[in-house]
């Protein structure tokens, strides 16, 4: 499984940005797709996550004020983050986890900068 994140950017505070990630391959129909966050000198750390049944699962740092989607039909899951502030600033990284084999597939991640 590949996958490819996009939409990272640097926005100011209370702003608002769309991640995307793409997975492509061999895509077993039961997965969960999501986003994990790495901040400077930080361990990595969950964001949110969606099942292919719709299951979602958010951290409480962004419960509120980030969206997780994901349209199963393209194999795509989607992160839109509104009231971005500078403590959300960190590499995004996009993870597929495949629910036959058990095996969990990163994408490169995605820088998102948020400016005070």
């Known amino acids: 499984v590949q996958l490819q994140a996009s939409g990272g950017g640097l926005v100011q505070a209370g702003g608002s940005l769309r991640l995307s990630c793409v997975a492509s391959?061999?895509?077993?129909?039961?997965?969960?797709m999501g986003w994990y966050r790495q901040a400077p000198g930080k361990q990595r750390e969950l964001v949110a996550t969606?099942?292919?049944?719709?299951?979602?699962n958010y951290a409480d740092p962004v419960k509120g004020r980030f969206t997780i989607s994901r349209d199963n039909t393209k194999n795509t899951v989607y992160l839109q983050m509104n009231s971005l502030n500078p403590e959300d600033t960190a590499v995004y990284y996009c993870?597929?986890?495949?629910?036959?084999?058990?095996?969990?597939?990163w994408g490169k991640g995605t820088l998102v900068t948020v400016s005070s």
């Open positions: 993870k597929f986890g495949d629910h036959k084999t058990g095996m969990d597939y």
């Open positions: 391959g061999s895509i077993f129909p039961f997965n969960v």
């Open positions: 969606k099942t292919t049944l719709g299951t979602t």
